[in-house]
C-alpha cells in the first residue's frame, strides 16, 4: 500500500463536511510522507519514512477526528496484518491526534495566514511499517512543542505523553525543516535489525 492510494480526508463534524477546508501551501506534498526534520531525529524518522508499508490521512482539526483516526490504524494495520500492534497503535494515535486537534484550536494565523479557517486546520497522519513494527506520525499547524508531564494519582490532564512514552517503543517530536507546525511521532514494536 502507498500514501497515494491510502490518502484520504475525513473528520467530518455532525455528519458535515468536517474536512480540512483546503489543503494548505505546507501540506501540499504531505501524500508523500511526513515532513522531515533537521539535525539528529533525522535517520531514524527518515528510515521509518521510506519503510514498504505507508498510509496517509488529513483530518479536520475537530473531536471527530480521534475516532477517525483510531478507525483508520485499526483497519490500516489489519490490512497489514499487524493486528498485535492494533491496540496500542490505536491508543497512541488517539492521544497523539487527540493532543494535535486541542493544540489546533483557534489557529488561524501563522506561516500561511487566510488559508485556514477556525476549528478546521488539518491534522495529518502518517503510519510506516517494516511489516514489524509501526511509525505513527502525527502533524499539527501549532509551533509549541509537546511537553511530558509528571502526573500524579490525583491528576486530571497530562496523562496522555505519559501513556505514550511507557507503550510506546521510543517517541518524539520535532519541527519540520521546511514546513510549518510539528510533528509528534512514536513507533510501536521493534524495527526489524
Ligand atoms: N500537539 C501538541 N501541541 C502543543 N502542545 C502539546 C501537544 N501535545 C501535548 N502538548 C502539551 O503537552 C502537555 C502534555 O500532554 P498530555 O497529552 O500528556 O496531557 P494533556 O493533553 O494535557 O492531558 P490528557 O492527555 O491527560 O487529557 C499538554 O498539556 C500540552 O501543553
Ligand atoms: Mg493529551
Known amino acids: 500500500m502507498t500514501f497515494s492510494s491510502m490518502s484520504g480526508r475525513t473528520g467530518a463534524a455532525g455528519g458535515g463536511m468536517g474536512t480540512a477546508s483546503s489543503v494548505t501551501a505546507e501540506g501540499a506534498n504531505s501524500s ?3 515532513p522531515l526534520p533537521a539535525g539528529q531525529e533525522a535517520r531514524a524518522v527518515s528510515a521509518a519514512v ?3 508499508l505507508r498510509s496517509y490521512l ?3 482539526a475537530l473531536p471527530t477526528a480521534v475516532p477517525c483516526a483510531r478507525l483508520h490504524v485499526r483497519q490500516v494495520l489489519w490490512e497489514w496484518r499487524l493486528d498485535a500492534l492494533a491496540e496500542t497503535a490505536e491508543l497512541m494515535v488517539s492521544e497523539l491526534v487527540t493532543n494535535a486537534v486541542r493544540a489546533s484550536a483557534d489557529l488561524t ?8 479557517l477556525a476549528g478546521m486546520t488539518p491534522v495529518r497522519l502518517w503510519l510506516t511499517s517494516d511489516r514489524s513494527c509501526v511509525m505513527i506520525h502525527v502533524w499539527d499547524g501549532d509551533q509549541r512543542m509537546p511537553i511530558r508531564q509528571e502526573a500524579g494519582p490525583e491528576a486530571e490532564n497530562g496523562r496522555g505523553l505519559l501513556l505514550v512514552d511507557c507503550m510506546s517503543a521510543a517517541w518524539g517530536s520535532y519541527m519540520p525543516e521546511r514546513s510549518s507546525g510539528k510533528v509528534v ?7 526489524k535489525p
Not at 109 to 116: A, D, E, L, V
Not at 185 to 191: D, I, K, P, T, Y
Request: charged share 15%; no cysteine.
Open 50 to 52: 521510506a519503510w514498504p
Open 109 to 116: 494565523t501563522g506561516q500561511y495566514p487566510g488559508q485556514r
Open 58 to 60: 488529513e483530518l479536520g
Open 185 to 191: 511521532w512514536a513507533r510501536v514494536g521493534e524495527a
Open 32 to 34: 508523500a510522507g511526513p
